[in-house]
């Protein structure tokens, strides 16, 4: 008997801070004025996405002391992006990135409450943790905890914003029999926290929500990231682009599940993709040459580079040779609150390994940084697109893909157009909506069924 086919779970990431979006494209808009927003949550309502997601930077990026003025140098609030895009949505998830390192479990969890209840039951909680000091200063407590205390708090954290999203249970009106009038039960919003992070006590003012708590995210790739997805997520973002890369990390990360007393479908796996579309697949790839060329300016180029060798090299041309001289490796690095700086744990080695790969091939400075960056993860035509996301899926390489265009806010026009309706054709990706909840749309049971399991296991 044949394997069922599994559902593609599909998802739209409104980038933030980037250069991988083609500001130089006429059709590129704005990342601030609200229509752009509307017009890409409305974009993925239509073609039946399971949510939108909004990813959020608490500090503008510098590089030699100066903001890093080649992206977008800021963004509206997630909440407040989130909350007035659920009045222009009927039943698309929102989901937002709220770091758990400097922000406090009472404020959150009242913000996801009320989120979840303005927008009927679709709000979910990318949890992430801050690795950087430099962000920390924007903050009262400043610095930043080494990762073994930022995973330590934000279990804490999630642990403590699930106890008041629960301090709600059962019923909360109940008659006065003596006055014949109705009132709150006292243990209504009752909460008692005492942990090494947290000490809170008092009572939660936002009652229970459609969804009980919202959905929640978790993107780390560590060890510590994974066992934190396999014990407390929903779904987990993956950054793995092949097949077999996609096919490792699925079966690591869900393996994980059974020590929680947790099934396999609880929780999901959810890579970020990049694509290029066009009618044919020879076209395709010429489009995707030619958006990696737009995405990596000369400037942009140097910019990367100067991640590696930690030394200003705005004199080198970027259609020139790769520096002679080293990598700094013994002074503060130069680009502050970038995360590609932790991506390079040897610069030194990185520099040899990219000369070699620039003499080989003959490549500049942007020739490398072109060819070394992220590539579009599906390229062709729609049917071509739609057959290989089926395949990663199919073999366990991802339970579905946050899609993210290199043109916002229409740059998912073309995709909910032609590739979704051949996924729907394939019978494996819905037609409408069947429920109203974020909860409905992954296939997620609401908190107390998944509670009652745990409790039985």
Do not use: C
Not at 69 to 91: E, N, S
Not at 264 to 282: R, V
Not at 306 to 311: I, M, P, Q, S, T
Not at 319 to 332: K, R, W
């Amino acid at each position: 008997m044949s394997k069922p086919l599994k559902q593609i779970h599909l998802a739209a990431h409104f980038p933030g801070v980037n250069n991988t979006t083609v500001w130089s494209d006429p059709r590129a808009g704005s990342h601030i004025e609200f229509d752009s927003f509307v017009h890409f949550a409305r974009t993925a309502e239509r073609a039946k996405f399971d949510f939108l997601f909004l990813a959020e930077g608490l500090r503008l990026r510098e590089q030699g002391g100066r903001i890093y003025d080649l992206d977008v140098v800021g963004r509206p609030d997630t909440f407040t992006v989130l909350a007035a895009l659920a009045a222009v949505t009927d039943r698309l998830g929102l989901t937002g990135t709220i770091n758990s390192t400097f922000n406090e479990p009472y404020e959150v969890a009242r913000q996801f409450a009320s989120l979840d209840h303005l927008s009927d039951g679709r709000s979910a909680w990318n949890v992430v943790t801050s690795w950087d000091a430099f962000t920390g200063e924007n903050f009262r407590r400043g610095g930043f905890l080494p990762q073994d205390e930022r995973y330590s708090r934000a279990k804490e954290f999630l642990a403590t914003a699930h106890e008041l999203f629960d301090s709600w249970q059962g019923d909360e009106i109940v008659a006065d029999q003596a006055t014949g009038t109705f009132l709150r039960d006292a243990r209504a919003g009752a909460f008692v926290h005492h942990g090494k992070h947290f000490d809170i006590h008092g009572r939660f003012n936002v009652p229970r929500s459609p969804q009980g708590r919202p959905v929640i995210f978790q993107a780390g790739d560590s060890d510590e990231g994974r066992e934190f997805a396999a014990a407390e997520a929903d779904a987990i973002f993956s950054r793995y682009g092949t097949l077999e890369a996609g096919q490792e990390f699925y079966t690591d990360v869900k393996s994980r599940l059974a020590t929680y007393g947790r099934r396999p479908e609880q929780l999901l796996i959810l890579p970020a993709a990049t694509f290029a579309l066009a009618d044919t697949d020879a076209e395709a790839e010429e489009l995707a040459r030619e958006v990696r060329r737009q995405q990596v300016s000369g400037a942009t180029a140097l910019k990367h580079l100067e991640f590696v060798w930690n030394r200003d090299l705005s004199g080198y041309d970027p259609e020139g040779p790769l520096p002679d001289v080293d990598p700094d490796v013994d002074t503060d690095h130069i680009a502050r609150g970038r995360a590609q700086v932790r991506m390079y744990r040897d610069p030194l080695a990185t520099a040899r390994e990219w000369r070699e790969l620039a003499e080989a091939n003959n490549w500049s400075i942007r020739d490398l940084v072109i060819h070394t960056g992220n590539r579009q993860n599906f390229v062709g035509s729609p049917s071509t697109i739609a057959k290989t996301i089926n395949e990663y899926v199919q073999a366990d390489a991802s339970d579905g893909f946050i899609l993210v265009p290199h043109i916002t806010p229409t740059g998912l026009d073309e995709f909910a157009d032609k590739v979704v309706p051949l996924l729907q054709e394939q019978g494996v990706f819905r037609t409408d909506y069947e429920g109203t909840t974020l909860r409905d749309h992954l296939g997620l049971a609401h908190p107390d069924e998944t509670r009652e399991h745990r409790a039985a296991s």
